[in-house]
Structures are given as structure tokens and as C-alpha cells.
């Protein structure tokens, strides 16, 4: 059995005094940033487990959010940033953006490490559900963290309900008097994360059996998040001798590769198939499509308002579920 580390290992790993990594941890207005900041680096390194009041005093004052989220992957994910500096707005907040692979193409989708957790005074997770290692890294480490569009139990969350949008496109299309459906929905490489894209299917597919109507497997397809592999997907789907007379697509990426197929095979929208899609971005308003309204912006503003309430004062964790809202354009 290892020994646990002690205050006596950090300050040999930061090149300081004992009592600078007490001032560090107790004081910290009695050291300068750069001191700081070597004492909470070496603290991580080691994962030494000082006094969870110590470290939230250390951390306050440095002004830097860390935010994980994928953003190379998803479009949504920039106008949910867009929402977190909104609600910055003048406070002195450094913003440090960490790229992450899409959750959904992941051979491995939860969090398993935090980058530079030493130098940050608060986290804002995207889309990226948490290893129970990290989420006790968090808890350990008192840095307050907020949880966006994913949850975990004893962390703030703010979260849409996607089983709920996928049971809104139903009954849109159903309300349409459409009786043969379909699907395009991204594919996930592992089974210990569940996509919004599978919970909207969820949702969908439950709505309709209730309705008479059962989603056949056969009319529905998952590929990976590129517009190309949503065009030939929807392609052989809308190809089929009983193709489906309605698509919902799990956001407005992959409807649009529904809308490119429907007009290279000659299909009039919404006459001879009717789309919906999720997000209701720029995208959406320009192809005219019926969607799923998330709200992006108002959820990036909302967990960091929240993210700033832990930074002021010590509060218990919130779980904020913000609502949906179907838009309708001429693709139904």
C-alpha cells in the first residue's frame, strides 16, 4: 500500500517552503499567482487532499474557467460557448476552451482526466459524461464544476429532456397524418454512454408504437456525425420500395443530408416526405426546416451563472431542465 502524499511532497515538487504551501492553500493573498499556481500543480500531480476549504480558497481569485467540451465535433456546441461569455460579460474570467472527442465516437466517452485542474477556478463540462475517477477528482479537489447537457449525481446540471423531443417529432408527424417512418440518427462506438441521438429515438419510437404505429429497425439508420454519411444513408433509406413518408433526423446536420437525398431522388418536401430535424440553428432557418428547438444559447448562459453562484458562495448542487420547443417551417 502506497503512502498517501504530504504536505511535506508538495512543497519539495513545487520548490517552495512548507509554509508556503500553507500561506498558498490558507492565505493566498499572502503569495504571488505564480506561487499559487506551482502549489496547486504539484498538488494535482501528487493527489494530495488537503482540507477541501484550503483548496477553494486557493483557487479563488484566479480567474480562469476551464470548459471540456467536443467542439470540432458539433455545431451546437459553439452557440452554447457563445451563451457561457455572454453571461461573463465584464467579470475578469479567463475562458480556456479543452477540445474532446465526440462522447458518441469514443471507444472509451467518459471523462477519465482533467487538464491542468491546478490553474482553474471553475469547470464547465459539454456533452462529455463523467468518470466516476474525474467525478471524485472534482469533488476532492472543491473545484466547483457544472455540467452541461449531460448529468451525475452531486453535480450541478443543466440539461435538456431528448426522450421528450423525440416524442414531440412524433407527434408532429403524426398529427400530419403520416404513417410510414424513419430515422437518421448518429451511431455510438460504445455502450457505456447513451447519445442524445439514442435518447431522441427513445422518445420517437415509444410515441409512435403508442400511436398504432411501430418504427420498423429497417427505417432506421445511424452514422457517424458527417453530412456525407447522413446524404448516402438517407439516400438508401428514401430508396426503398416502402420508403418512409416522414424522417425525423436527430439534429439539423444530419436532416440536412435527408433534404440533399429527397431532391437527388426527385422527392417534393413535404409532399412525398417530411422531415424534422433538432437544434434549430442558423442551418435550420436557412433549409426552412421544422425542428426541434434547443436553447442553446440561454443553456450555455444558464450553467454559467450557475458556475459563478458556486464561485461566490457555497451552495448545493441544482439540476436546471430547460424546455423544448417545436418549430415548424415548410419541410412538414
Known amino acids: 500500500m502506497t503512502t498517501p502524499p504530504t504536505i511535506y511532497d508538495v512543497a519539495t515538487q513545487a520548490g517552495v517552503s512548507i509554509s508556503t504551501v500553507s500561506r498558498a492553500l490558507n492565505?493566498?493573498?499572502r503569495v504571488s499567482e505564480q506561487t499559487r499556481s506551482r502549489v496547486l500543480a504539484a498538488v494535482d500531480a501528487l493527489g494530495f487532499t488537503p482540507k477541501p476549504d484550503a483548496v477553494a480558497k486557493a483557487r479563488r481569485g484566479v480567474?480562469?474557467?476551464?470548459?471540456?467540451?467536443?467542439?470540432?465535433?458539433?455545431?451546437?456546441?459553439?452557440?452554447?460557448?457563445?451563451?457561457?461569455?455572454?453571461?461573463?460579460?465584464?467579470?475578469?474570467?479567463?475562458?480556456?476552451?479543452?477540445?474532446?472527442?465526440?462522447?458518441?465516437?469514443?471507444?472509451?466517452?467518459?471523462?477519465?482526466?482533467?487538464?491542468?485542474?491546478g490553474r482553474l477556478d471553475g469547470l464547465i463540462v459539454i456533452s462529455i459524461p463523467l468518470d466516476e475517477t474525474v467525478a471524485g477528482r472534482l469533488t476532492g479537489l472543491a473545484l466547483p464544476a457544472v455540467l452541461l447537457d449531460v448529468r451525475h449525481p452531486g453535480f450541478d446540471a443543466v440539461h435538456t429532456d431528448d426522450t421528450a423531443g423525440g416524442r414531440m417529432a412524433?407527434?408532429?408527424?403524426?398529427?400530419?397524418?403520416?404513417?410510414?417512418?424513419?430515422?437518421?440518427?448518429?451511431?455510438?462506438?460504445?455502450?457505456?454512454?447513451?447519445?442524445?441521438?439514442?435518447?431522441?429515438?427513445?422518445?420517437?419510437?415509444?410515441?409512435?408504437?403508442?400511436?398504432?404505429h411501430p418504427l420498423r429497425d429497417e427505417d432506421v439508420r445511424l452514422v457517424r456525425h458527417r453530412a456525407r454519411e447522413a446524404l448516402a444513408a438517407a439516400r438508401e433509406l428514401l430508396s426503398r420500395p416502402?420508403?418512409?413518408?416522414?424522417?425525423?433526423?436527430?439534429?439539423?446536420?444530419?436532416?440536412?443530408?435527408?433534404?440533399?437525398?429527397?431532391r437527388d431522388l426527385g422527392l417534393a418536401v413535404p409532399r412525398d416526405v417530411a422531415v424534422v430535424g433538432f437544434d434549430d440553428g442558423e442551418l435550420a432557418e436557412v433549409m426552412d426546416l421544422t425542428t426541434i428547438r434547443q436553447p442553446l444559447e440561454d443553456?450555455?448562459?444558464?450553467?454559467?451563472?450557475?458556475?459563478?453562484?458556486?464561485?461566490e458562495?457555497?451552495?448545493?448542487a441544482r439540476d436546471l431542465a430547460l424546455e423544448l420547443e417545436l418549430v415548424v417551417r415548410r419541410t412538414t
Do not use: C, K, W
Not at 183 to 201: D, I, W
Not at 299 to 311: H, N, V
Open 27 to 29: 492565505s493566498p493573498e
Open 63 to 117: 480567474g480562469r474557467i476551464g470548459v471540456i467540451a467536443p467542439f470540432t465535433s458539433y455545431p451546437s456546441v459553439a452557440r452554447r460557448l457563445n451563451g457561457i461569455l455572454d453571461a461573463i460579460g465584464p467579470r475578469p474570467l479567463e475562458v480556456v476552451l479543452f477540445d474532446q472527442e465526440s462522447a458518441a465516437e469514443s471507444a472509451s466517452p467518459l471523462l477519465a482526466s482533467l487538464p491542468v485542474t
Open 170 to 212: 412524433a407527434g408532429h408527424l403524426l398529427e400530419r397524418g403520416h404513417h410510414r417512418f424513419g430515422f437518421l440518427g448518429e451511431a455510438q462506438t460504445s455502450e457505456r454512454y447513451v447519445s442524445p441521438s439514442q435518447r431522441r429515438l427513445e422518445g420517437y419510437r415509444a410515441a409512435l408504437a403508442e400511436a398504432g
Open 242 to 262: 416502402e420508403r418512409p413518408a416522414a424522417v425525423f433526423a436527430a439534429d439539423d446536420t444530419l436532416a440536412a443530408g435527408v433534404l440533399r437525398a429527397a
Open 299 to 311: 443553456s450555455g448562459r444558464a450553467a454559467m451563472e450557475r458556475l459563478i453562484q458556486r464561485l
Open 313 to 316: 458562495h457555497r451552495t448545493t
